[in-house]
């Protein structure tokens, strides 16, 4: 994300507002893919988090961890 989820939305106790983010277990912040590829990470992930007042810190419902494929080059982008 690259703005907040506003307070009315992940506040709402009924309806749980879940956040995919592009990282590992503990890996907090927007650039974290980025970073994953500028110092040759083997491994990433995506975790599946619950919206709270403080970004990328809600509890976990979900991870999983991949190898990074380097076989279409020697520096791998996003896309």
């Given at each position: 994300?690259?703005?907040?989820?506003?307070?009315?939305?992940?506040?709402?106790?009924?309806?749980?507002?879940?956040?995919?983010?592009?990282?590992?277990?503990?890996?907090r912040?927007?650039?974290?893919?980025?970073?994953?590829?500028?110092?040759?990470?083997?491994?990433?992930?995506v975790?599946?988090?619950?919206?709270?007042?403080?970004?990328?810190?809600g509890?976990?419902?979900?991870?999983?961890?991949?190898?990074?494929?380097?076989?279409?080059?020697?520096?791998?982008?996003?896309?």
């Amino acid at each position: 994300l690259t703005k907040r989820v506003p307070e009315k939305i992940w506040s709402n106790a009924a309806v749980p507002c879940l956040i995919v983010h592009p990282g590992i277990e503990g890996d907090r912040g927007m650039s974290s893919i980025d970073w994953a590829l500028k110092e040759h990470a083997e491994e990433w992930g995506v975790t599946i988090l619950q919206a709270e007042d403080e970004m990328d810190a809600g509890d976990i419902w979900a991870t999983n961890n991949f190898k990074i494929s380097r076989h279409q080059g020697k520096v791998p982008t996003k896309s």
